[in-house]
């Protein structure tokens, strides 16, 4: 049967701290009726570090401060001209498990990607979307830069933390780092890809693809 959309609340520039408490309150008080929501935001620069997250892949982050947070995952960066979309979805209710959620968050973002001509990849093991790029990172990565990270959570089988799509931002963070934990992984925007975008239209066509892709 098909779900009502998720809630969209669009909440411009927020500090990581209080959105992620934020996020993790609203998931533990959250009931079966409760509506699944969609925050679109870009974030005040900031390192996350996942649960697998490693304090060595922190190469050199200045000062740019360092969150330890509960997502699943390694170490990326968060800053002004990144789409980020989090996704407060209830899977019991859907009927999806986590592999799911995140190959539907995926999908989301090549579709995005697809109409500005930029071709969105998946590479096996490390999740998050990628695109073609010359000089792009080695092994899985070769030839392949990283222009979207994923991170989740789930309590009580209802997710929160979500996805960021680089729009057109400072990509110098990502040189103090080994984002998600590989090191030498290339990062790109649409900017780079010659994408003119604002991150809240980008924010917008990935959250319309999300709900699609959550309300089947």
């Not at 360092?66 to 997502?71: E, G, I, L, Q």
């Not at 790029?133 to 070769?142: I, L, M, N, S, W």
């Amino acid at each position: 049967m098909s779900q009502p959309e998720p809630i969209r609340r669009l909440l411009g520039r927020a500090p990581y701290l209080p959105t992620w408490h934020a996020m993790r309150e609203f998931t533990v008080q959250r009931g079966t009726q409760t509506a699944d929501e969609l925050w679109l935001l870009e974030h005040d620069p900031v390192y996350t570090l996942g649960q697998a997250g490693r304090r060595e892949h922190l190469i050199a982050p200045g000062v740019t401060p360092v969150v330890a947070t509960d997502r699943g995952g390694q170490v990326t960066y968060h800053g002004p001209g990144q789409a980020i979309v989090y996704t407060l979805i209830d899977l019991r209710r859907l009927g999806i498990t986590v592999r799911e959620l995140v190959f539907r968050i995926e999908q989301a973002v090549i579709q995005t990607l697809e109409p500005y001509g930029v071709v969105g990849r998946r590479v096996r093991g490390a999740p998050g979307v990628y695109v073609p790029y010359p000089g792009g990172g080695a092994g899985p990565f070769d030839g392949l830069a990283k222009i979207a990270a994923l991170g989740i959570r789930i309590r009580n089988g209802c997710s929160y933390h979500g996805v960021a799509l680089n729009v057109a931002m400072d990509l110098a963070p990502f040189a103090g780092i080994d984002p998600c934990g590989y090191a030498g992984l290339a990062t790109v925007d649409l900017a780079t890809l010659g994408v003119d975008l604002p991150w809240t239209e980008a924010a917008g066509r990935l959250s319309d693809r999300l709900a699609a892709h959550l309300n089947p």
